[in-house]
Nanobody
C-alpha cells in the first residue's frame, strides 16, 4: 500500500521561504510522477507543481519563478521549495503520486497534507 507523508509546513512571513518534503513508501518511487496540490479554505484543490519520473517539472502560473519541485529517487522523497511566499499561498499542501502520459498527469494517491500559512 502506497503511503505519502508530508512535512515542512508552518507559519512564515510574506517574502519568506519554506521547503516541503514528502516521503513515499510502498511503491517503486522512481517509476511515478509526483505532484504537489494545495487547497485554500473555500477553494478547489489545485495542482501547484508536478514532476515526471524523468525529472521534467511543470508549474501553475501563479508559482512560476518562486516554487521549485525536485525529487530524490534514492530517498523516495519529493520536495517543494517555496520562495517569496505570499499570503495567497496559504493553504493545505498535499503530496500526490501518479502517472504522466501524453502530456497529462493523472494522480491516484495523496498524503494527509501539511498546513502552510503566510502571514505577518
Amino acid at each position: 500500500q502506497v503511503q505519502l507523508v508530508e512535512s515542512g509546513g508552518g507559519l512564515v512571513q510574506p517574502g519568506g521561504s519554506l521547503r516541503l518534503s514528502c516521503a513515499a513508501s510502498g511503491s517503486i518511487f522512481s517509476r511515478y510522477a509526483m505532484g504537489w496540490y494545495r487547497q485554500a479554505p473555500g477553494k478547489q484543490r489545485e495542482l501547484v507543481a508536478a514532476i515526471t519520473s524523468g525529472g521534467s517539472a511543470n508549474y501553475v502560473d501563479s508559482v512560476k519563478g518562486r516554487f521549485t519541485i525536485s525529487r530524490d529517487n534514492a530517498k523516495n522523497t519529493v520536495y517543494l521549495q517555496m520562495n517569496s511566499l505570499k499570503p495567497e499561498d496559504t493553504a493545505v499542501y498535499y503530496c500526490s503520486q501518479g502517472t504522466y502520459y501524453s502530456g497529462s498527469y493523472t494522480f491516484h494517491t495523496w498524503g494527509q497534507g501539511t498546513q502552510v500559512t503566510v502571514s505577518s
